[in-house]
């Protein structure tokens, strides 16, 4: 069984910077790719980004691209969402997922390819 736990969110002003963390369990965390997703009140779930199982390779929506970063430390079966110069439009609960597959996902990423998640965390960005 593989438990992914979220961390790190909370209010922010708009501008203003957070990092989230997800903590895996579970021996395989070093080999699986993982994404981040975000739900917004009243909104689907939509993607944020994607890292490789190496951190070698990422990929992000276009709504973030240039101001969040996806990082992760196999070492600690952790993944990172560095969030930067945040907007009002970033509020959401944050969720973080394991890819159910090693391979490069193509745009637009489906939720349906990811096999475990996180609870999500809370983030709010006051303009």
């Known amino acids: 069984q593989v438990q992914l736990v979220e961390s790190g969110g909370g209010l922010v002003q708009s501008g203003g910077s957070l990092r989230l963390s997800c903590a895996a369990s579970g021996r395989t965390f070093s080999s699986n790719a993982m994404g981040w997703f975000r739900q917004a009140p009243g909104k689907e779930r939509e993607f944020v980004g994607w890292?490789?199982?190496?951190?070698?390779?990422?990929l992000y929506a276009d709504s973030v691209k240039g101001r969040f970063t996806i990082s992760r430390d196999n070492a600690k079966n952790t993944v990172y969402l560095q969030m930067n110069s945040l907007k009002p439009e970033d509020t959401a609960v944050y969720y973080c997922?394991?890819?159910?597959?090693?391979?490069?996902?193509?745009?637009?990423?489906?939720?349906?390819?990811?096999?475990?998640w996180g609870q999500g965390t809370q983030v709010t960005v006051s303009s």
């Open positions: 997922a394991r890819a159910a597959s090693p391979g490069i996902p193509t745009m637009p990423v489906q939720i349906r390819w990811f096999d475990y």
């Open positions: 890292i490789d199982w190496s951190g070698g390779i990422t």
